[in-house]
């Protein structure tokens, strides 16, 4: 079975700044696609970033961008020019191979940007 | 509306009540969820449709009961819920094949269990 963890249960940065967030996973898998899911206060979850694995060029949208360690199995993400609208719980899933439909979440790391 | 809607958005209920939360989809998807979120754990997956036909059960308590009658519509009909179901449901749709099948979610359901 697949596991994510994230070890940061809250994190706090100044408005602006630059703020990196980590992910561990563990599989047997080697094609998979993991991805990075926004949820604000207002509760609604978005997909903020995804990577497929077999591609070693780390993705990014726009101030967004991960960090992906395939050996190392670490999917960490990276928030430059921190806004206050960043502010949320931040969690990183993993899914196998094309045509399943399982995401597995970790636990969640809250962020808080800080005027 | 567009996107992903649930209702309703708070629900209080007894443990011997019977409700359902419901889930409905404008994003012409074929596959729906259903998970679970609890403080300070991972989201839970209850069910998968795909098509309108169950493909995952994540060994969910028989008091849960989903119900997919299109594939635009999702419920989860509950009863004699236990304290501990209390959580906030989270509904999601996908295209439910191709490459990326990002799943997009709903608001959820804050459920209190009494």
């Known amino acids: 079975a697949q596991t994510v963890t994230q070890s940061q249960p809250e994190m706090s940065v100044q408005e602006a700044e630059t703020v990196t967030l980590s992910c561990t996973y563990d599989?047997?898998?080697?094609?998979?696609?993991l991805f990075w899911y926004k949820q604000p206060p207002s509760r609604q979850m978005i997909l903020v970033i995804r990577q497929e694995a077999y591609k070693q060029q780390n993705a990014t949208e726009n101030r967004f961008s991960v960090n992906f360690q395939k050996a190392a199995k670490s999917f960490s993400l990276k928030i430059s020019d921190s806004q206050l609208g960043d502010t949320a719980m931040y969690f990183c899933?993993?899914?196998?191979?094309?045509?399943?439909?399982?995401?597995?979440f970790g636990t969640g790391t809250r962020l808080t940007i800080i005027p | 509306e567009t996107g992903v809607t649930q209702t309703p958005r708070h629900l209080v209920m007894g443990m011997t009540n019977k409700k359902s939360l419901k889930c409905e989809q404008h994003l012409g998807h074929n596959a729906m969820y259903w998970y679970k979120q609890s403080a300070k754990k991972p989201l839970e997956l209850m069910f998968v449709y795909s098509l309108e036909e169950r493909v995952e059960n994540n060994s969910v308590p028989s008091r849960f009961s989903p119900e997919c009658p299109n594939s635009s519509h999702l419920f989860l009909h509950l009863h004699t819920l236990q304290p501990e179901d209390s959580a906030l449901y989270l509904c999601a749709s996908s295209h439910g094949q191709g490459e990326w099948n990002e799943q997009f979610f709903g608001p959820g359901t804050r459920l209190t269990v009494l």
């Open positions: 899933a993993f899914m196998m191979s094309f045509g399943n439909e399982k995401l597995t």
């Open positions: 599989t047997s898998e080697n094609n998979y696609y």
